[in-house]
């Protein structure tokens, strides 16, 4: 297998706790995915050489820019990093601001040329002469990535960019950064705490929980799949309970939950007798309306009555209390027309079927414990397979 063009990971202990690994390939955009606290922004201020950690390796390209012996300082690497304030300098206007990350020795005119073409590759052509203040927050932003990219890097990294601005502004800059993902060859590593922009936006996603690299695959994998009940948490998996695996057959895994026996795709590494911690999406529980009959209808149908009926515009969000039970809700969205004709709201009774191909099985802890490790205060515990790096 090809050496990565970024190779990262990370150990320290304090006072900021790492235990992450990053790879990234040639053009591939990389997304460091977790709440606020879990060091989506130490890992980029460590690459780029803002801080050094107290054991690890960051490689790029082949060339080492920290481990034991090595650490080369942040004008020694040839990294773009674009933060979430911009950090625009007021007084330099659109033009100097760019300029400012070229070699001093460049000749003027080839500055000029340089600053020009980057200006119009982020759509800011004619808007040299402006200052910061004159300009809009995605404005800003454009400025920031034409300085990052101004320093000809072998990375490029993008600590929370969107945060700052308003919603259309933040769709139309991340159509702008998929292009532009499109037609750079180097490696892109993006912070974000949104997952709804990482699923769009990255080609993988690296999990983070104070510190630690908890998963890392293709966005449907991490989202759709996550390894355990801690990640599905970290990853917004909403519909999350426990159940006990009653047998396999040929072609599926059958899970007793409340009084249901549930099908779940085959999965023999959950023996049965044991508890297991089991999950769902809304994508996949559908809902079955008494006068038209569905073809999921006899797969994993389940009842309960409607709770929350909160519309968001195309869509409505839904509880459904399964069996009337409170304390068991089952979460799906339904577009708004749909619920609309067929008369849905709360207080309702109503049918799910919960697909097989949805349900996903994963190692058996205490919800309660899963809320409070994601939730509450930080528990640092460094991988001891890094430790010792």
């Known amino acids: 297998m090809a050496e990565?063009?970024?190779?990262?990971?990370?150990?320290?202990?304090?006072?900021?706790?790492?235990?992450?690994r990053i790879e990234c390939g040639p053009g591939e955009l990389l997304a460091l995915a977790g709440p606020s606290g879990s060091g989506k922004t130490t890992c980029l201020r460590?690459?780029?050489?803002?801080?050094?950690?107290?054991?690890?390796?960051?490689?790029?390209?082949g060339t080492t820019w920290f481990d034991s012996r090595t650490f080369l300082l942040p004008q020694q690497r040839?990294?773009?990093?674009?933060?979430?304030?911009?950090a625009l300098f007021p007084h330099l206007t659109t033009f100097g601001n760019v300029a400012a990350a070229l070699p001093p020795t460049l000749p003027a005119e080839a500055r000029r040329s340089i600053v020009r073409e980057l200006l119009e590759f982020v759509h800011l052509g004619g808007l040299e002469d402006r200052l910061p203040r004159e300009l809009s927050d995605g404005q800003q932003h454009r400025v920031a990535l034409a300085r990052a990219l101004a320093r000809d890097p072998q990375v490029?990294?993008?600590?929370?960019?969107?945060?700052?601005?308003?919603?259309?502004?933040?769709?139309?800059?991340?159509?702008?950064?998929?292009?532009?993902?499109?037609?750079?060859?180097i490696p892109i590593v993006l912070a974000t705490r949104d997952l709804e922009e990482a699923a769009a936006l990255?080609?993988?996603?690296?999990?983070?929980?104070r510190g630690a690299t908890l998963q890392s695959g293709a966005p449907l994998e991490v989202l759709g799949h996550p390894r355990t009940a801690q990640i599905a948490r970290l990853v917004d998996f909403h519909n999350l309970y426990t159940a006990r695996v009653v047998a396999h057959d040929s072609a599926c895994t059958r899970i007793s939950w409340l009084d249901y026996e549930l099908q779940a795709p085959l999965n023999e590494a959950f023996a049965p007798g044991i508890e297991v911690c089991w999950g769902i999406l809304p994508a996949h529980c559908i809902l079955l309306w008494p006068d038209?009959?569905?073809?999921?209808?006899?797969e994993n149908a389940v009842s309960g009555t409607v709770g929350e009926f909160l519309p968001l515009g195309e869509n409505v969000a839904v509880t459904l209390s399964i069996d009337g039970r409170r304390d068991v809700e089952l979460r799906l969205s339904i577009p708004t027309q749909v619920a609309t004709r067929n008369g849905l709201q709360a207080g309702v009774a109503a049918s799910v079927s919960l697909l097989r191909i949805g349900i996903h099985l994963m190692p058996y802890e205490p919800l309660e414990r899963t809320a409070e490790v994601c939730d509450g205060p930080p528990v640092y515990c460094i991988d001891p397979s890094i430790r010792g790096a």
């Open 4 to 20: 990565p063009a970024l190779a990262v990971e990370l150990a320290q202990a304090a006072p900021i706790p790492l235990a992450a």
């Open 46 to 61: 460590a690459i780029a050489g803002l801080i050094r950690p107290a054991s690890g390796v960051v490689r790029c390209n």
């Open 78 to 86: 040839r990294v773009g990093l674009v933060l979430h304030s911009y």
């Open 156 to 185: 490029l990294l993008l600590d929370e960019p969107f945060s700052a601005v308003d919603p259309v502004t933040r769709r139309r800059l991340q159509h702008e950064l998929a292009e532009i993902h499109r037609r750079l060859k």
């Open 202 to 209: 990255a080609d993988r996603i690296v999990v983070l929980h």
């Open 292 to 298: 038209r009959p569905s073809c999921g209808a006899h």
